[in-house]
């Protein structure tokens, strides 16, 4: 994790069973994991010729 102790705030979290700081955790990583894929699938298709959009 990027964010300093966040992994040992899920860590407690779990052992707590604080569920909505839980999903909170969750959705913030979850929507990183996303957006990274999003950049990374925009950045190749720019960097490689061959690969073109699916206009017609």
């Known amino acids: 994790f990027t ?3 966040i992994g040992q705030r899920l860590f407690v979290a779990i052992q707590k ?3 909505p700081l839980l999903q909170g955790i969750l ?5 990183s994991v996303v ?3 999003l ?4 950045l190749y298709s720019r960097l ?3 690969i073109r ?3 017609t």
């Open 3 to 5: 964010y300093e102790g």
């Open 17 to 19: 069973r604080d569920y």
């Open 27 to 31: 959705l913030i990583v979850t929507i």
């Open 35 to 37: 957006l990274a894929n």
């Open 39 to 42: 950049a990374a699938d925009l």
């Open 48 to 50: 490689d010729p061959r």
């Open 53 to 55: 959009s699916g206009r």
